[in-house]
């Protein structure tokens, strides 16, 4: 797969075997994530699947939810200030989505939730293209 050139920062690669990148930010999203961090501290990312809002990556305060053997971590970003940010994912999602890659976008609009991003009239979604790792 060709690298996201709408991407504003790739995570680094973290799954044991892959040298690639599964998930990016867009340079909108990075900018409400620093604003977000300014408000609440280090931030991560959890996307579960299913339905309602289960689609849309949900954006916590680092450690306010509990990942667990049931999670896969897709990727840590460095983000501007030092900070690092995890992106992880249900294992049962990434099973559906393990042929994809993840870029995380911002839009105008409100998702339901507990992501921190709510309260600003913005909320985050994801937008996938398919994996070409043949070489």
Request: hydrophobic share 40%.
């Amino acid at each position: 797969m060709e690298p996201n050139t709408d991407a504003g920062l790739q995570a680094a690669a973290v799954i044991p075997g892959e040298d690639f990148s599964r998930v990016s930010l867009t340079p909108a999203a990075v900018a409400l994530l620093e604003k977000l961090r300014d408000r609440h501290g280090p931030l991560m990312f959890h996307q579960s699947g299913g339905c309602c809002d289960g689609s849309s990556p949900m954006c916590y305060p680092a450690g306010d939810f509990i990942t667990a053997e049931a999670d896969v971590l897709l990727g840590t970003f460095g983000m501007p200030g030092g900070d690092s940010l995890d992106f992880w994912m249900s294992r049962e999602q990434f099973e559906y989505w393990k042929h994809t890659h993840l870029t995380v976008d911002v839009v105008d609009g409100r998702g339901s939730g507990f992501s921190v991003e709510a309260p600003e009239g913005k909320r985050f979604l994801i937008r996938s293209a398919l994996i070409d790792n043949r070489g």
